[in-house]
């Protein structure tokens, strides 16, 4: 615990030039990358996972058929009846968990897997908090983090730095200070060179964890092969900016959502997941973070300013390591108040794609299309019903055919194949919101077409690419109006857009705005057979 008055460090601020630094490989830690999973973890399967025949399952992220062998069918059975006890069914749990089908199950109490595998009762960790001035914010930070693990703040150059260390005085928790600033990725560096615990957990000093948000995250890492786990950021209650928290104080438990019905930009959704990139969930923050040490190497590129987070993650999984989402596990964040400061921080979040794409070409994709899907779509935005049918039947026999090839049952794919098409439009109207709304508005503005009807259908097009996914987020939740709900979510994708092509013209290249076409509907099918 740590108690004492804050201890303030200069350090050496000299900017960091070059490629950005290494992580350690699991093997190098002795650590295949194809361990199982340790026994004493519960898996389960992922809700949109199903077995459409004996052995075989269907689901994941990229969607994926996967068969099972005698051997495998009797690890699953395991698996669903309880925590993995044998090695079959731990080789099973990864090759699972890897592909998203399953989800691994951390207990939230001294059952957990980490005690259960004779790990530590209690994490080895210290909490690194970068800041720029933002004292106010920093105290409620530190107060809702408490005093269990060492803390470790570097003040990145602060205007005001007698206001930041004062507050570290007063909370107990270390101070080094940068007196240039380097940006988030140079401050948590300056602090990762002085943590010698197991695990370090990054917190931004705008959120306001729970009081037990390592120890929830932290069973986790009783899996070797465990690199990060992020929680779920959603938004924190307004605190004024006058008030002193208590120490300990917590935040109210939020609900992921701005006041008016608007989500967090952080926030993930409520389904845990692997992360990784061109899957349901691509990454996680580091405004709440619990990593292993070890497997950080030089940790951040000091060169990015913004998307230096998922950059790390992508260097982790790109080595081997595996990284978690937790939605279990709540940290709230502070959302700006101001419309405008909200907007400009969604640019500089979009400016981050391009820098992203030169440094992990082909995991940053806007949008990706299923061709049959994208025609379907494409032909009913036209009002061209009949070749809408006609894809929609062309490609349901197509995939029938496959799986009968496969010797898979093709019946009820009508449902799952419409709902294709139906997210189609809704990743198409995103796109669009972002990176295509000018040619859409003037659509709307000149439609074009003699025919009044041709100039309605246009019109109605254009509506619904830009309204449809807005209204789709609003009708999930209902709150406040529709039309602010929409209105405000269109500029903040349209602030994201400006700020992807903003980084596209600094690195000279377009693929961050471009759509992706892939033909491969789900991966573990063979090819059609050759006739004999």
Known sequence: MNTGPANTTPVNTAPAHGPGPAVVPPGELGVPDDTPVPAGFTVGLEPDTSEIA????????????????????LALAELQAGP????????????????????????????????????????????????????????YCLAAAGRRYPVIVVDDGSADPAAVAAVCAARGARLVRRDVNGGPAAARNTALRLVATELVAFLDSDCEPASDWIAELSGHFADPLVAAVGPRIVTAPPRPAAARPAPGQSPAAGDGRLAGGE????????????????????????????ARRAALGGGFDEALRYGEDVDLVWRLTEAGWRVRYDPGVRVGHAEPTSRAVLLRRRFRYGSSAAPLTRRHPGAVAPLVLQPWPAITMAALLARRPAVAAAAFGVSTMLLASRLRDNDLPATGLTRPMASGVVQTW???????????????????????????????????????????????????????????????????????????????????????????????????????????
């Not at 004996?54 to 069918?73: C, H, K, N, Y």
């Not at 592909?99 to 259960?116: I, K, Q, Y």
Request: glycine residues 12%; hydrophobic residues 45%.
């Open 426 to 532: 809704l990743g198409t109207g995103r796109w669009c919101g972002q990176f295509a709304w000018p040619a859409l508005v003037l659509v709307l503005a000149r439609p074009g077409g003699r025919r009044a009807a041709t100039r309605y259908g246009r019109r109605l097009a254009a509506v619904s690419l830009l309204a449809g996914p807005p209204l789709a987020d609003w009708a999930r939740h209902r709150d406040g109006g529709p039309v602010r709900f929409t209105a405000r979510a269109l500029a903040g994708q349209a602030a994201y857009g400006a700020g992807v092509y903003a980084g596209c013209v600094r690195e000279r290249l377009i693929s961050p705005v471009l759509p992706v076409v892939t033909a491969r509907p789900f991966e573990g099918l063979r090819q059609r057979r050759a006739p004999h």
């Open 263 to 290: 989500g967090s930009v952080l926030d993930l959704g409520g389904r845990g997941a692997r992360v990784a990139p061109m899957t349901r969930v691509a990454y996680v923050p580091t405004a709440a973070l619990l």
């Open 54 to 73: 004996d052995g075989v399952l269907f689901g994941g992220s990229p969607a994926r058929v996967m068969r099972l062998s005698e051997a495998g069918r």
């Open 84 to 139: 993995v006890t044998s090695a079959a069914a731990g080789v099973l749990a990864r090759r699972l968990t890897d592909a998203g089908l399953a989800e691994p199950r951390v207990a939230r109490s001294s059952s957990r897997p980490d005690r259960a595998a004779g790990g530590p009762a209690a994490p080895d960790v210290t909490v690194v908090v970068p800041v720029r001035d933002r004292a106010a914010e920093l105290d």
